[in-house]
């Protein structure tokens, strides 16, 4: 099956710098990556997410950015802000037909005033 | 308001006890899940349901079991064989249909502590 794997763990940078977590994940036929944020006590939300077909997608301060050959994709969060401060899932999809994701463990993004 | 329901939010339980966690949702999706979250590992998928009357294991379904016997409804029992059921569940829903990205709806989820 899919393997996800997430760094880093834990992430802390000031406010107004930028945060990068990568992913990288095992089975080549994936080709959905989606990205969930899940504030303190809150439900996981997605954020952003990419097909396999698209190198890379914007939405405001947050970027997605994949590399099918290397089998990985990033999230990178610009100009932090603290309510950014949360901790991020990635995830993959299966080839089609499948609707089952598999997650990384979590990034837990600290953002420092 | 739309949305996907999770009940109780926190739920107490001696050992050797089996106990049922609701999941309702109104967004009229075909497929629901349920994820278990422990801290530092993620969400894993413990089981899911494409349509009524049929689910799938995850890949922890050992010691829990499900029924889909309405679209609305996906009930998950933690049951006596599962060795370790203090977590945080979450129960999940999205479209089924092709072409869709099969966006995750999640709950807010419910703290199972077993005593």
Known sequence: GENVEQ???????????????????????????????????????LIIDIRSNVGEKKDQRIAVTLNKTAKHFSLHITETQPEDSAVYFCAARPGAGSYQLTFGKGTKLSVIP | DGGITQSPKYLFRKEGQNVTLSCEQNLNHDAMYWYRQDPGQGLRLIYY???????????????????????????LTVTSAQKNPTAF?????????????????????SRLTVL
């Open chain 2, 89 to 109: 569940y979450l129960c999940a829903s999205s479209i089924r249909t092709g072409g869709s990205t099969g966006e995750l709806f999640f709950g807010e989820g």
């Open chain 2, 49 to 75: 349901s494409q349509i009524v009357n049929d689910f799938q294991k995850g890949d922890i379904a050992e010691g829990y079991s499900v029924s889909r016997e309405k679209k609305e409804s996906f009930p």
């Open chain 1, 7 to 45: 760094h880093p763990s834990t992430l802390s940078v000031q406010e107004g710098d930028s945060a990068v977590i990568k992913c990288t994940y095992s089975d080549s036929a994936s080709n959905y990556f989606p990205w969930y944020k899940q504030e303190l006590g809150k439900r996981p939300q």
